[in-house]
């Protein structure tokens, strides 16, 4: 028996995700934060996906790439991610930009955040890296993929969506043969090519790519020496390796982890405020598509020692009730009605006040008689009293930031505004 071949790979693995993008399209949400570093699902951040799926997988080294506005991602990972333990030979490294090759260079694209820190890398001496996005939602088991990639003899392998093939103009597209062997790299094409076997659909990148550790460096290597490459994987790197070498596409179906109550194969990509809101919101369905109930492939993140949410009032017009809610710790529903609403950390929702289909980022206060409805609120905003938002479309876009849904985003600055 070959021993080696019945070990896990992700023994022998790092994960490095890259975090270091702002996520313009969430707009405010992200004035003070990277993308990744954006509240979800009631306790956790964005990040905490890509490092859990890691984790889960059996991966015991990790490197998190920041840069922009990284401040409240750093906090985040030193307290929610600090158990990894050297004598353990498990690393967790925070790597922001930090003028390491030159003076002047920050991150100038994600190759170049990895690049810039391949003494770090070789260091720790992974046999295989494993490069992720910060910014989705999903739960996947890595070890599948890395097996894939070691059975198939691939200079990398690309963890690709199935999409249906007329939505995959937004994407980066893989083009496979038979044996989804990639063939060529299409960057957002107007006509995406379809897979073989399915040629409605089409394989998009997830920005997930598995190397030997050996050969990501040799190509970034010479990758940095090409004054033309704009340092990116999806740009330069991969093109090359398809015309140069073995790219093989993993399909995201073989390796989704699912509980009992998940249908589909689940992964989001929260970039804009519609996107956001919907994802958090699904989350109160009876059933809904991503099970953050799973206790065999919990999502970790940083556990704040709060009290327990409480619900004070009971009479006719002032009742602090919530119907398919989810109230984090240390919320105060007082005397309050929450419909299909999720609500962070530390909220303090007031008398007579009404919220439905909202999205309450941490220690928020909300005073008495507002109605809001269909809103994300950003940390620590006041509401004020008697504020109505979600019933004139047209004040609120005066007021507010409203998506094309009709979301209305509410920022403390905005709030601040109409007190003026």
Same mark, same amino acid.
């Given at each position: 028996?070959?021993?080696?071949?019945?070990?896990?790979?992700?023994?022998?693995?790092?994960?490095?995700?890259?975090?270091?993008?702002?996520?313009?399209?969430? @707009?405010?949400?992200?004035?003070?934060?990277?993308?990744?570093?954006?509240?979800?699902?009631?306790?956790?951040?964005? #990040?905490?996906?890509?490092?859990?799926?890691?984790?889960?997988?059996? &991966?015991?080294?990790?490197?998190?790439?920041?840069?922009?506005?990284?401040?409240?991602? #750093?906090?985040?990972?030193?307290?929610?991610?600090? =158990?990894?333990?050297?004598?353990?030979?498990?690393?967790?490294?925070?790597?922001?930009?930090?003028?390491?090759?030159?003076?002047?260079?920050?991150?100038?694209?994600?190759?170049?955040?990895?690049?810039?820190?391949?003494? %770090? %890398?070789?260091?720790? $001496?992974?046999?295989?890296?494993?490069?992720?996005?910060?910014?989705?939602?999903? @739960?996947?088991?890595?070890?599948?993929?890395?097996?894939?990639?070691?059975?198939? $003899?691939?200079?990398?392998?690309?963890?690709?969506?199935?999409?249906?093939?007329?939505?995959?103009?937004?994407?980066?597209?893989?083009?496979?043969?038979?044996?989804?062997?990639? %063939?060529?790299?299409?960057? +957002?094409?107007?006509?995406?090519?379809?897979?073989?076997? +399915?040629?409605?659909?089409?394989?998009?990148?997830?920005?997930?790519?598995? =190397?030997?550790?050996?050969?990501?460096?040799?190509?970034?290597?010479?990758?940095?020496?090409?004054?033309?490459?704009?340092?990116?994987?999806? @740009?330069?790197? /991969?093109?090359? #390796?398809?015309?140069?070498?073995?790219?093989?596409?993993?399909?995201?179906?073989?390796?989704?982890?699912?509980?009992? =109550?998940?249908?589909?194969?689940?992964?989001?990509?929260?970039?804009?405020?519609?996107?956001?809101?919907?994802?958090?919101?699904?989350?109160?369905?009876?059933?809904?598509?991503?099970?953050?109930?799973?206790?065999?492939?919990? &999502?970790?993140?940083?556990?704040?020692?709060?009290?327990?949410?409480?619900?004070?009032?009971?009479?006719?017009?002032?009742?602090?009730?919530?119907?398919?809610?989810?109230?984090? $710790?240390?919320?105060?529903?007082?005397?309050?009605?929450? @419909?299909?609403?999720?609500?962070?950390?530390?909220?303090?929702?007031?008398?007579?006040?009404?919220?439905?289909?909202?999205?309450?980022?941490?220690?928020? =206060?909300?005073?008495?008689?507002?109605?809001?409805?269909?809103?994300? /609120?950003?940390?620590?905003?006041?509401?004020?009293?008697?504020?109505?938002?979600?019933?004139?479309?047209?004040?609120?876009? +005066?007021?507010?930031?409203?998506?094309?849904?009709?979301?209305?985003?509410?920022?403390?600055?905005? &709030?601040?505004?109409?007190?003026?």
């Amino acid at each position: 028996m070959d021993l080696k071949r019945t070990q896990p790979l992700a023994r022998d693995a790092m994960a490095y995700v890259l975090a270091g993008g702002r996520g313009s399209r969430l @707009k405010e949400l992200t004035d003070f934060r990277a993308k990744p570093a954006v509240y979800f699902g009631g306790k956790t951040r964005i #990040i905490d996906f890509a490092l859990s799926n890691a984790l889960n997988s059996g &991966i015991r080294r990790m490197g998190v790439a920041t840069q922009y506005k990284a401040h409240s991602l #750093i906090r985040h990972l030193q307290r929610g991610w600090n =158990f990894l333990r050297p004598e353990r030979n498990e690393s967790f490294d925070i790597l922001p930009a930090s003028q390491r090759v030159s003076e002047t260079q920050w991150y100038e694209g994600t190759a170049d955040a990895v690049y810039q820190n391949t003494d %770090i %890398i070789e260091s720790y $001496g992974p046999e295989y890296m494993v490069i992720l996005a910060g910014d989705h939602i999903y @739960k996947m088991d890595y070890e599948m993929m890395l097996r894939q990639h070691v059975d198939q $003899g691939a200079d990398v392998t690309v963890g690709c969506l199935e999409v249906p093939r007329m939505e995959a103009t937004g994407f980066g597209v893989m083009h496979v043969d038979g044996k989804d062997r990639i %063939i060529s790299f299409v960057e +957002k094409p107007a006509d995406p090519p379809g897979i073989p076997d +399915k040629p409605d659909y089409a394989l998009a990148s997830m920005g997930i790519y598995v =190397f030997r550790t050996k050969f990501l460096m040799d190509q970034l290597r010479r990758d940095a020496k090409d004054p033309d490459s704009s340092r990116d994987f999806g @740009k330069d790197l /991969i093109p090359y #390796i398809v015309k140069n070498g073995k790219a093989v596409a993993h399909r995201f179906a073989k390796s989704c982890v699912r509980s009992s =109550f998940e249908r589909e194969a689940y992964w989001r990509d929260v970039g804009t405020v519609d996107a956001y809101w919907e994802a958090n919101i699904d989350l109160t369905d009876v059933t809904p598509e991503l099970d953050l109930y799973d206790r065999d492939w919990p &999502i970790w993140t940083y556990a704040e020692i709060k009290p327990p949410a409480k619900f004070v009032h009971d009479e006719d017009g002032r009742r602090g009730s919530a119907v398919s809610s989810l109230v984090s $710790g240390d919320c105060i529903v007082s005397g309050a009605a929450l @419909k299909r609403s999720l609500i962070f950390t530390g909220a303090r929702i007031n008398s007579f006040s009404s919220l439905e289909e909202a999205v309450v980022l941490p220690d928020c =206060f909300i005073g008495r008689n507002a109605r809001l409805k269909r809103v994300v /609120i950003d940390r620590g905003v006041r509401i004020p009293e008697g504020l109505v938002v979600g019933e004139d479309p047209i004040l609120d876009a +005066k007021r507010f930031r409203v998506s094309e849904k009709g979301i209305c985003l509410i920022t403390q600055p905005m &709030i601040d505004r109409i007190e003026a």
